[in-house]
């Protein structure tokens, strides 16, 4: 591959630290407008977040605030993580923006799909736990208390705990991106990945254990998607392996 593929021509080291502050600040005004435009609706966005829980609460149990500052800054934080969320596309829009000049076409080219791939995934991670594994899980530990014990969550920790767990499923749905990534860069080739489907098979099931409640069914519904994700990724990096054997040839 020549250097002329390379669309822009390399600019002095103070241009480039002077565009990565003028992407950072961009990054930062961008979830700042977010911040603010959804801040008049932080209660309302804590109520949404915390439903899964408050629709299983038995009949008289609300959810607590044990910190005096509590009910400000639980819906505070959660509207600020909310914002970076949001902004994610427009943020990643500036990281690509940064790097893209210093990138050979084909690799735009590659790089473009699996940046818009990664947004969705992330969100649909989300999505996934909040609409199958949070109702599973606060079922479950709804329904094992003790008898005579009054489930009064604080909001804070509760926060805490659905935060986490957004970001984890976020994450593991980024496996056929982390499988397409590595066969692309050559670290490994799609026929090796599928040889290792057993022990990628036992890590899903793993995962799902330590992520949700200790019932198979629970389990499953976390393990199961993440196994189709990485068969996905498989196939698309065969595609991506050919497309790079034919490139170098």
Known sequence: MSEADIDDQPLPLVAH?????????????????V????FPFANEIYTFVSEPLR??????????????????LTPFKLTLVTAVFAAIPYILYQIWSFVAPGMYKHEKRFAIPMLVSSIALFYAGAAFAYF?????????FTSVGPEGITIMTDIN?????????????????????????MIWAGITDADTLARKRPYIIVGCFIFGM??????????SLLAIPMWILFEFGVFFGRFVQKREEVDSA
């Open 55 to 72: 629709a299983l609460l038995p009949e008289g149990a609300t959810m607590i605030a044990t910190e005096v500052a509590s009910p400000f």
């Open 132 to 140: 199958v594994v949070f109702p599973l899980i606060f079922a479950f």
């Open 17 to 33: 630290l002077t565009e990565l502050r003028d992407r950072i600040l961009r990054a930062l005004v961008a979830v700042l407008v």
């Open 35 to 38: 911040f603010i435009c959804l």
């Open 210 to 219: 330590l992520l949700t409640p200790p019932d198979v069914i629970s389990q």
């Open 157 to 181: 920790s509760y926060l805490n705990f659905v935060l986490k767990l957004f970001f984890a499923f976020g994450v593991a749905f980024e496996i056929p991106i982390a499988a397409i990534i």
